[in-house]
């Protein structure tokens, strides 16, 4: 039963609206009316059973709507017009057994035509009313020579005001309440577009941050490339000038041992310096048309012997491709570097895919994408990983220079570089590149390779 009363309290004060509210109060007072006529004002015993049974009738009816609503209450609008006819015969019956024209029961009839008027709108309010008034006429039948017509027309021109002025109000509520859904969609929309502008305003300034950075950061280290280089060459040729003079002599294992590592470690330093000087971009490299196929092979033919025993290669290069206007030292070093991270990624047995296709149409660059099914990148990194120096390698197995020469060069070439991975799941480098708006498609520009490509920095980054 308690359960029953909480339900009951939830669907009047929680499902119901304002509106619904006063439909339910136009019940009570219908019903306790009718059992106040039963109790207290005399009655023949033929009016005492049907004024009964009609108010049995509608509490029946009026509480298996409740009911129903309660199971549904979506469908409410449903019920209500299905059960109004019922209202208006049983209000036109209360109020000719019970009070004729003159009754109080008349006045249950502008409560109905308000509630429809303003619940449903001026075209129900007018339907209401007007079958109220053909109802509330009928009731005096068949003793039309006695009734007062200008009592009856003048609450029927009320029924009809109500209508109308109720019906009008509730057009115009629900008019408002379009306005405001349509107000409200259009600033959800406006606040969308507001956040997308301001994402992309973070991602400019993040753009720009990270070009000053690498601008001042370029600035810095070519100068103290430059400075370390002469110092750490002179070392390195000390060290071969001293194993040449004792070439003949027996120096000992331990310093022929540090004499190795010396000469060793001095080359380090001078691969550093190398990648540091490349990401810097003081050197002057002219640039020609380029088939980015013919930059790829060439940078497999030099790579992929360190791999071939350790994962599958797959090349899916789409012929012919639009030229492009680069160097091919630098870009043959970009896919070597991406090759490289990708092995370093990538467990036994493994794939590393490298593609390239055109975009656009016409096309208006060429992609290279180097796709590994290696361990993947955590998403905490995705934002540093072309950051110079940042690194998730063992500490002596790289500087985190690689992608950050990858990205100095890219740049340098007009195009962009960017990633896509997740943490187990492998990762996906893709360049894009700005093809030469002059050019036809080539479908082979040849280069003659004399000397291995600059590769300092093969094995940095991430």
């Known amino acids: 039963m308690s359960l029953l009363c909480a339900r009951f309290t939830q669907l009047f004060f929680v499902t119901l609206s304002q509106t619904d509210r006063w439909f339910a109060l136009l019940r009570g007072v219908v019903f306790l009316g009718g ?6 004002v005399p009655l023949q015993p033929q009016q005492w059973a049907i004024l009964a049974a009609l108010l049995g009738a509608f509490a029946l009816y009026s509480g298996g709507l409740y009911s129903l609503i309660c199971l549904r209450p979506a469908r409410i609008r449903t019920y209500y017009l299905c059960v109004f006819i019922v209202d208006l015969l049983i209000i036109t019956a209360l109020n000719d057994y019970v009070g004729e024209v003159k009754g109080s029961f008349y006045l249950a009839y502008y409560l109905l035509v308000a509630l429809h008027a303003y619940y449903f709108g001026l075209g129900m309010g007018l339907l209401v009313a007007g ?8 009731s005096d039948y068949p003793e039309f020579r006695t009734i007062e017509w200008p009592e009856y027309a003048l609450r029927i021109a009320f029924l009809f005001l109500v209508a109308t002025f109720l019906g009008l109000l509730a057009e115009k509520d629900k008019r408002d309440k379009r306005h405001m859904e349509s107000l409200n969609r259009e600033l959800s929309e406006k606040t969308r577009k507001l956040e997308l502008a301001y994402g992309q305003l973070e991602d400019a300034q993040r753009q720009i941050i990270q070009t000053e950075k690498l601008s001042s950061l370029g600035t810095l280290v070519s100068g103290v490339a ?7 060459g002179i070392i390195a040729n000390r060290v071969e000038v001293l194993r040449l003079e004792h070439e003949e002599q027996d120096l000992g294992d331990t310093l022929n041992e540090d004499l190795e590592v010396i000469h060793r470690q001095a080359n380090r330093v001078a691969e ?3 990648a540091l000087l490349a990401y810097a971009r003081q050197s002057s490299l002219e640039k020609s ?5 013919a930059v790829v092979r060439s940078a497999l ?3 992929h012997p360190q791999a071939e025993q350790l994962v599958r290669v797959e090349t899916v290069l789409e012929e012919p491709l639009p030229s492009i206007m ?3 030292t630098q870009l043959q070093q970009v896919v070597i570097n991406l090759v490289s991270n990708a092995l370093d990624a990538t467990p036994a047995e493994g794939t590393i895919a490298v593609s390239t296709r055109r975009a656009g149409a016409p096309p208006s660059t060429v992609v290279l994408e180097v796709a590994d099914t290696g361990i993947g990148i955590p998403e905490e990194h995705l934002s540093k990983v072309f950051d110079p120096f940042f690194t998730t390698k063992p500490p002596g197995k790289g500087t985190g220079l690689g992608l950050s020469v990858c990205l100095g060069i890219v740049q340098d070439h007009h195009g962009t570089i960017t990633v896509d991975s997740q943490d187990g799941r492998g990762a996906v480098f893709i360049v894009t590149l700005p093809v030469t708006s002059c050019a036809e498609p080539s479908r082979q520009v040849a280069h003659q390779i004399t000397q291995p490509a600059l590769t300092a920095g093969q094995d940095e980054g991430v």
């Open 35 to 40: 059992i106040g006529w039963l109790l207290f």
């Open 131 to 138: 079958l109220a008034s053909g109802l509330y006429v009928m």
């Open 226 to 232: 430059h400075e370390i280089n002469n110092p750490i």
């Open 272 to 274: 550093i310096t190398t």
């Open 289 to 293: 048309l380029l088939d980015l196929n």
């Open 301 to 303: 033919l030099l790579w």
């Open 326 to 328: 680069g160097n091919f």
